[in-house]
C-alpha cells in the first residue's frame, strides 16, 4: 500500500504538469496559426488573411459581402479598422 501511495505522489505532479504545458504550448501555437484558405460554399465570411502581432493580439481581413474589412483581434475583443468600401482601404 505505501508503494502505491508513492507511486501516486510522484506520478500525479507528473501528469498534471504535462497536462497544464500541453494547454499552455496548445494556447501558443494557436495564437499563430493562420486559418486555412478556402471559402466553403454557403458561407457569407471568408477569412482572407491574418498576422499576428503579439501574444493575444492580430490583425485580420475579412472578406463579407463584397467588401474586404480590417479587423483588429485582442483578448479585449474585435475592432474594425477599415474598409475598402470605395476601392481602396479607407480609415473610418
Do not use: C
Not at 505522489?9 to 484558405?37: D, E, F, N
Amino acid at each position: 500500500m505505501l508503494e502505491y501511495i508513492l507511486r501516486l505522489l510522484i506520478l500525479l505532479p507528473i501528469v498534471g504538469g504535462m497536462a497544464w504545458g500541453s494547454l499552455w504550448l496548445w494556447k501558443r501555437v494557436q495564437m499563430g496559426m493562420p486559418i486555412a484558405g478556402g471559402q466553403k460554399q454557403g458561407r457569407p465570411v471568408e477569412m482572407v488573411g491574418v498576422l499576428p502581432l503579439g501574444p493575444g493580439t492580430k490583425l485580420a481581413v475579412v472578406e463579407f459581402a463584397g467588401q474586404q474589412i480590417l479587423l483588429s483581434v485582442s483578448r479585449n475583443g474585435v475592432t474594425r479598422l477599415a474598409d475598402n468600401s470605395q476601392g481602396d482601404f479607407h480609415v473610418d
